[in-house]
């Protein structure tokens, strides 16, 4: 069901960090769309988060976005991951064709944003405009909570959701964005918290193979191999500061 | 473009709280749909708490939601406040019948659940484990945080859209979800932090109009009036402790 577009997809977001922006490069991948990743293009060429800063600004003529990652398909400009994977989704065949699958999916990916908003508040707790090393006494607490409590909740339901379905799939019977996201998410946790996730990923055997699996697609594992995949690092959601890694 | 449902909606979330589930209920008010809120039922006749713990427990067939707000309509089960939202909208005209203003809605009711989420964590920056009086300083530097940064951000956000907009409406030229949304949070933001939006509100001028105008249209009106609607209190999102009305 992959349909061609006319252009190619233009994707907005931070150049050098995955970040949210990550969710869509690993959709667009596995579809093998083609896409123009904006501000890693050279300013010359009309590229660089000058193009960014300038599309968030004045939002060209739709309803003005609030941050990247932003995606244009055509005239359509779209902001929030969850709403740009919504629509890539069952243009991709990333989603059941279901009403209820399609939906279903999109509630999934919401989860998934909102454990991926509770990992970035650990190591900024208080505020975005601060450095880490100006929350740290408030991050080591938020991460204990993290550690503790809510990763566990979060993954232990993961589990639960492919346990109900087909055992390797969170809906339906082939990959969706949301296994995409969820794979994306356990690579960050992988990279910021590997004490904590070795510790937990073993009551989860059906979510730590999923992370296998999406990994070795082929797409996706070319594109993990490229240059197009940019390392995690302390810039962007999952960092590692090994003192918040409480295992 | 109102449809008409052959049974009505079935709302499931805590029963004495406004929280996330408030968005459901408003938009579902402005429709003129038929509703139960089935956790604010008797449970002598299947409704109250258990019955919406059940439900999450084992999700009836469908995919297992994670959290409240859930809305059943007829054999679909819908989870994630804005998943809902992107549901009901085109049923009852509650977002323009354009993909651009459709997905625009979308984007808009994300970016306002993102600021409930960090007006939720000024009261608990630590952990949803722990009771506010657990977190008091990490609560005060957190709140400091929004009232400064955060909240003007996200309002002066909201003004402009409305102003390269009708400046009515942020998406088309009638009531959307998102419109019923802002208008929510704005309420919540007067009972939680009167203070720091009063200082606020005057740099944004289309933003409280709209709340004005919302407050008064005649099914919202009703319903603000009603015995349905909650009263907001410190166990909801919008708490208001003073000490953290900074002004």
Redesign the interface.
């Known amino acids: 069901m992959t349909e061609t577009t006319a252009s190619p997809y233009e994707l907005f977001y931070w150049p050098t960090i995955q970040g949210r922006g990550e969710f869509i490069r690993l959709a667009l991948e596995e579809a093998g769309a083609e896409y123009v990743d904006v501000a890693r293009q050279p300013k010359e060429t009309g590229g660089g988060v000058p193009r960014l800063m300038q599309l968030l600004h004045d939002?060209e003529g739709?309803?003005?976005?609030?941050?990247p990652p932003l995606l244009k398909s055509g005239?359509?400009?779209?902001?929030?991951t969850?709403?740009i994977l919504?629509?890539l989704g069952p243009r991709h065949g990333l989603c059941p064709d279901s009403?209820?699958g399609r939906?279903?999916t999109?509630?999934?990916q919401?989860?998934l944003s909102?454990l991926v908003?509770e990992v970035h508040?650990t190591h900024h707790?208080?505020?975005?405009?601060?450095y880490y090393e100006d929350?740290k006494p408030?991050a080591a607490?938020?991460a204990?909570?993290l550690v503790d409590?809510?990763l566990p909740k979060?993954l232990r339901?993961f589990e639960?959701?492919l346990e109900?379905?087909d055992g390797e799939h969170?809906?339906g019977t082939a990959t969706t964005y949301a296994d995409l996201s969820l794979f994306q998410v356990l690579e960050g946790l992988a990279y910021a918290l590997p004490n904590t996730l070795s510790r937990i990923e073993h009551e989860v055997p059906r979510v730590a193979a999923l992370r296998e699996r999406v990994a070795q697609r082929p797409r996706i594992g070319r594109y993990l191999a490229s240059e197009r995949r940019i390392p995690f690092n302390e810039n962007g959601i999952f960092r590692h500061y090994p003192e918040l890694d409480l295992g």
């Open positions: 939002g739709s309803v003005l976005p609030f941050a005239s359509l400009l779209l902001s929030q969850s709403v919504a629509y009403e209820a939906l279903a999109q509630a999934l919401l989860t909102d908003s508040d707790p208080v505020s975005t405009q601060l929350q408030e607490r938020r204990r909570a409590h809510r979060f339901y639960r959701v109900q379905g969170l809906v």
